[in-house]
Every structure is written in structure tokens, then in C-alpha cells.
């Protein structure tokens, strides 16, 4: 027997992928009854999972209307739930693609501020994930190599120190981890130079941190942009 929240969740990510897909379409009224016996759940486990679903701006219940389906301009289309949903759906590569545009504006940024915030254990962190990428490319670990530059790129936008760019830099974060839903190929002939960038990048926040700020800093921010458009390349878009 499911626990209850296991119930919710499956309830919660069943309507949302079905809504991000359109098969329940905007303007929809959605059935409780058909949902309560497909998924085999109760009414109150239903009515707990379109709450999420409206605080996330994808639904709207109405007295004597029912509960329906909102446009997709009403959605929180930052929230985390809501971009894995759209990663595995029909949209997946206009999201990708708005999400590159997102990335190209924050990410610099964040590098420019991380340099001379980082602490000994952040540029540990990104050391070790460079080495991680090096050889899941060499032994061709699509999920190693993913992992390791989620964790290079989430541990910049942490460390630089302003909280609204870490925020934002956890949808910058919810983006790279949809590309393990892509059915694109990870290492490609474009992760070598990839690779150099990380690496170089790396380098210009370490040296930041030796009282190099204001040069290191600069560097650091045109080696995120170039970062950015190159993965915007190799994902099929242009920088």
C-alpha cells in the first residue's frame, strides 16, 4: 500500500505533465471523479495535489465551475517542478531554449561576483568537478559528467555572494539537471573546448582569490558568457 504522500506526489506529477503537455488543454474543466479512479485515489489525496498545482499558477477552481486549466502565461514557469515537467514534454526545446537565454544573463554575472567571494572549499569543489567532467568525457559517463557540471556550475552561482542571483541560479540549476531527461547526446566533438573553458574559468576565480579581483573578475564573467554559448551551440541553438 502507498504511503500518503507517495499518492500526492504521483497525483501531483501526473496532472502537471498532463497539463505542461496538453492533454488536459488550457480552458480545460478537469474531471476529479475520472482522476480519483484512474490513479485510484481519494478525494481529499485529489484536492492536496490540485492545490500544488494551483499555487503554481497552472489551475483555478471555481464555485459551480469546477477546477480548470489556466494558459501557460499563467504558470510559475521558474518553479523547479514545473521545468522538469516541461523537460520530459512537448515544449522541452523552447524551454531549453528560454533557459540558455536565462543562463546567458545570470551566469556571468554570477561569475564576475564570485570572483574573490569563493572560499578554499568552493574552489575545491569546482577543482574536483572539472576532474570529474576530464574523465567522465574520457570514459563517455553521460550521468557522472552531467552531475559533475551541475555541481561546477551550481557552486559559482551559490558562492557569489548575492541571494538573488543564487536564486535565480537555482533554475539555472533545475536546467541543467532537465538535460538528463534530453535524448541529446552529452559529450559531443564541442565538450573538449567545453572542458578548456571550465577549466580556464576555474583558474580566473583562483586567481581572484590571490588579489587579482578586479582583472580576474572581468576574465571570469567573458569565460561564463563564452561557456553558455557554447552549450547553446552544442544543444542546437545559436550563441
Not at 500526492?8 to 498532463?18: C, D, E, P, Y
Not at 539555472?172 to 577549466?199: D, F, G, K, M
Request: net charge negative.
Amino acid at each position: 500500500m502507498q504511503r500518503r504522500g507517495d499518492l500526492h506526489t504521483r497525483v501531483v506529477n501526473k496532472l502537471g505533465a498532463a497539463i505542461v503537455d496538453g492533454h488536459l488543454a488550457e480552458g480545460e474543466i478537469i474531471d476529479l471523479d475520472k482522476i480519483e479512479e484512474e490513479l485510484d485515489v481519494s478525494r481529499s489525496v485529489t484536492r492536496e495535489a490540485l492545490r500544488v498545482l494551483s499555487s503554481l499558477g497552472m489551475i483555478v477552481a471555481r464555485h459551480k465551475v469546477g477546477t480548470r486549466v489556466l494558459p501557460r502565461a499563467e504558470w510559475n514557469l521558474l518553479d523547479t517542478q514545473v521545468i522538469a515537467w516541461r523537460s520530459e514534454g512537448k515544449d522541452s526545446d523552447l524551454q531549453l531554449h528560454d533557459l540558455l537565454q536565462l543562463r546567458s544573463g545570470i551566469e556571468p554575472l554570477a561569475a564576475r561576483l564570485a570572483a574573490g567571494q569563493l572560499d578554499a572549499a568552493a574552489l575545491q569543489t569546482l577543482r574536483e568537478s572539472c576532474d570529474e567532467m576530464e574523465a567522465a568525457a574520457r570514459t563517455v559517463d553521460r550521468r557522472t559528467f552531467l552531475r559533475a557540471d551541475e555541481v561546477f556550475h551550481s557552486t559559482i552561482l551559490i558562492g557569489c555572494g548575492n541571494e538573488l542571483v543564487a536564486r535565480f541560479g537555482q533554475v539555472v540549476v533545475a536546467a541543467l539537471e532537465a538535460r538528463q531527461h534530453e535524448s541529446r547526446t552529452a559529450i559531443t566533438e564541442l565538450t573538449p573546448p567545453s572542458l578548456v573553458l571550465h577549466r580556464k574559468l576555474l583558474q580566473a576565480l583562483e586567481r581572484a582569490g590571490s588579489g587579482k579581483a578586479g582583472q580576474a573578475a572581468a576574465q571570469a564573467e567573458r569565460i561564463a558568457r563564452e561557456l553558455v554559448d557554447l552549450a547553446s551551440v552544442e544543444l542546437g541553438f545559436e550563441a
